[in-house]
């Protein structure tokens, strides 16, 4: 059985940072696209950021340019969403998730195909 699965979220004050992560069970995440997704209550999913399969190309959603930083460990089977300078309307459930080969809208949800079950990441005093 193919799934992923996130971990790193939690409680962080504003301007605080978190690093979020996110692995694969069942299979390798060398050849996927991997995308990170918000939601928050009432709101509908989001895309924040997306990293080709070897790394070489990256996207961020606007609102978190220059305070993002998502990468890859493809040896430790690993991607990273680098959370800086926090805000409360960064509060919800980050999921991430995996298309193999290249996805062009990568911060489209209806581009992948994997996803893991999200972990809560709330920015509040």
């Known amino acids: 059985q193919l799934y992923l699965v996130e971990s790193g979220g939690g409680l962080v004050h504003p301007g605080g940072s978190m690093r979020l992560s996110c692995t694969a069970s069942?299979?390798?995440?060398?050849?996927?696209?991997v995308g990170w997704f918000r939601q928050a209550p009432g709101q509908e999913r989001e895309g924040v950021s997306d990293?080709?399969?070897?790394?070489?190309?990256?996207n961020y959603r606007y609102s978190v340019k220059g305070r993002f930083t998502i990468s890859r460990d493809n040896a430790k089977n690993m991607v990273y969403l680098q959370m800086n300078n926090l805000k409360p309307e960064d509060t919800a459930v980050y999921y991430c998730?995996?298309?193999?080969?290249?996805?062009?809208?990568?911060?489209?949800?209806?581009?992948?195909?994997?996803w893991g079950q999200g972990t809560q990441v709330t920015v509040s005093s």
């Open positions: 069942g299979f390798t995440l060398d050849y996927y696209h």
């Open positions: 990293i080709s399969s070897d790394g070489s190309d990256t």
């Open positions: 998730a995996a298309q193999p080969g290249t996805v062009v809208t990568g911060l489209t949800a209806l581009s992948y195909n994997l």
